[in-house]
């Protein structure tokens, strides 16, 4: 009974549609894309819905009222409107340390019990029902893009970009879902080869740099690849999605604010935190809370009031199940900017997968590294022991998709299942490849959370952002995305592919 709920989606058609009467900025319109009948495509069936591009505009923030409930001692006044939320199990706005029924009172006594509520399953299916719709336009132009890494770009700017780089013949760009205050988030899908490499910047509100790098670099890329015949081949064997701002609502909370410390989402949600993994807010047993983690609302560290509620997290949710499951991902990055470290492994990863992990990420800090003999080292962090109340990370439950995880009706996280009648939330002891309810869902994936930069690079204003560009330049992040479509493919196939460009470029000699 518990199946995996994924959706098929149609692939994405190459052809830009034309639609006749569009208005001068490009009038596009949204084509459902989507199905839940498995095997189904259904390109023809096309919603007809026209969307200004310049919809949205930051008038959201002339909402922001002081009857806010979702925000507690802080100053900074985000969204009037109250969190969705299933009232029927709800602990307030706390969290209660409450021992859940495991089964077995020992395994609780060995390994600890859950810190917070997890996902209803209704929110769960709600979340796998999400739609992607994919906007068309009415012509393509591959004409140079350039993002400018030291400009102030507010969401509104982002999606004006998103627009221009939607019509590029090798860009699908994606509505995947609402943020928490009805912003748009987009995805886009680059090249249109089966190997997949996945990349999300800005989950932190106050982290856009990943926002600009993925934007700058990819841009960039399909620059070159007008008129370089081993790049356009490299997008015709890879694709690279991206999701490059998870969290509008929190970007734009920092920019009219003016702050730099608003991590959490406009109701105040860590999205990081708010994922239903395996390991989101177990406490193990005689072990503290993390100190960091925060019982309300506010600008990091609350993991929701239930795991999965925020709306960000579903759409997320969704958007992994498609790449990481469906479409055999290679890998994912994770942006964030807390310090040039690179963040890999999770408590209940096989050690086959743990150690791709870290071989995967040696491998990028030695590409940053390399390129910068005089700037501080890249460290390269495990994280494996996460049973102190947080772990609700979004790599994580990446990790644990990949594994093969699914969703507990019973407990609302992503756990092995046993058997149609018995569910293990939590996996008690080790995971390891022989274990008899191990079913890989992806057994190759490797993901990481890249945090770029330093303190002086977190923020919107003029200087951080100066520094943010010195840093992707200094640093060599242009190269990240072809780093990482050379390292999907592997060195036989890019011999390859060198080859056949070098024949092409000979042929039109
Ligand atoms: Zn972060």
């Not at 802080?74 to 089964?103: C, F, R, T």
């Not at 990943?210 to 890329?221: E, H, P, Q, V």
């Amino acid at each position: 009974m518990l199946d995996n709920y994924y959706l098929n989606r149609g692939k994405s058609i190459k052809i830009k549609r034309v639609i006749a009467g569009c208005m001068a900025i490009g009038t596009i319109f949204i084509m459902s894309s989507s199905s839940n009948l498995k095997n189904l495509r259904i390109n023809n069936r096309i919603v007809i819905k026209p969307v200004e591009h310049n919809l949205v505009s930051n008038n959201n923030n002339n909402n922001s009222s002081s009857t806010s409930s979702a925000v507690a001692s802080s100053e900074v006044v985000v969204s009037s409107q109250a969190p969705i939320v299933d009232n029927s199990s709800m602990v307030s706005s706390q969290i209660e340390v409450k021992k859940y029924d495991l089964g077995n009172d020992e395994l609780i006594e060995k390994y600890g019990q859950f810190t917070l509520w997890g996902m209803p399953y209704e929110g769960y299916l709600k979340a796998m029902d999400n739609k992607f719709e994919e906007i068309l336009f009415e012509q393509s132009n591959d004409d140079d893009l350039n993002y400018d890494l030291t400009k102030l770009y507010r969401y509104a700017d982002i999606e004006k970009y998103l627009y221009e780089l939607g019509k590029n013949s090798n860009v699908r760009l994606y509505q995947l879902g609402t943020s928490s205050e009805q912003r748009k988030i987009y995805g886009i899908e680059v090249g249109t080869g089966s190997k997949v490499i996945m990349l999300t910047g800005n989950l932190h509100g106050n982290e856009g740099a990943g926002t600009g790098y993925i934007l700058k670099s990819i841009s960039d890329l399909l620059n070159k690849s007008n008129n370089d015949s081993y790049l356009k081949l490299l997008l015709e064997n890879v694709k690279i999605v991206a999701i490059p701002c998870v969290n509008p609502d929190g970007r734009e909370i920092n920019i009219t604010q003016n702050i730099n410390y608003w991590k959490a989402n406009g109701l105040g949600i860590d999205l990081n935190a708010n994922f239903p993994s395996s390991e989101a807010s177990v406490l193990s047993n005689k072990e503290k809370m993390d100190i960091g983690i925060k019982i309300t609302p506010g600008p990091n560290a609350f993991p929701g009031y239930k795991l999965g509620d925020a709306n960000e997290t579903k759409v997320l949710m969704k958007w992994f199940e498609q790449y990481i499951v469906k479409e055999q991902a290679f890998c994912h990055i994770d942006y964030h900017q807390q310090g040039r470290v690179i963040y890999c492994t999770n408590f209940y990863g096989t050690d086959e997968r743990n150690n791709n992990a870290k071989d995967f990420v040696s491998s990028l800090v030695s590409f940053f590294n390399n390129n910068n003999n005089n700037m501080p080292n890249f460290a390269n962090i495990g994280t494996n022991t996460l049973m102190d109340g947080s772990g609700g990370g979004a790599t994580y439950y990446a990790n644990n998709l990949a594994d093969g995880f699914v969703m507990s009706k019973k407990y609302g996280r992503l756990g092995m299942l046993k058997d149609d009648n018995v569910e293990l939330a939590l996996i008690f002891g080790k995971l390891t490849k022989d274990n008899t309810y191990y079913k890989p869902a992806n057994f190759d994936f490797v993901n990481c959370t890249l945090e770029i930069g330093t303190k002086a690079t977190v923020g919107y204003d003029m200087e951080s952002l100066k520094n943010q560009s010195e840093e992707y330049y200094n640093y060599n992040y242009g190269n990240i995305p072809i780093l990482l479509m050379e390292k999907c493919l592997g060195q036989e196939k890019i011999n390859e592919l060198k080859e056949q460009a070098k024949a092409k470029v000979l042929i039109m000699k």
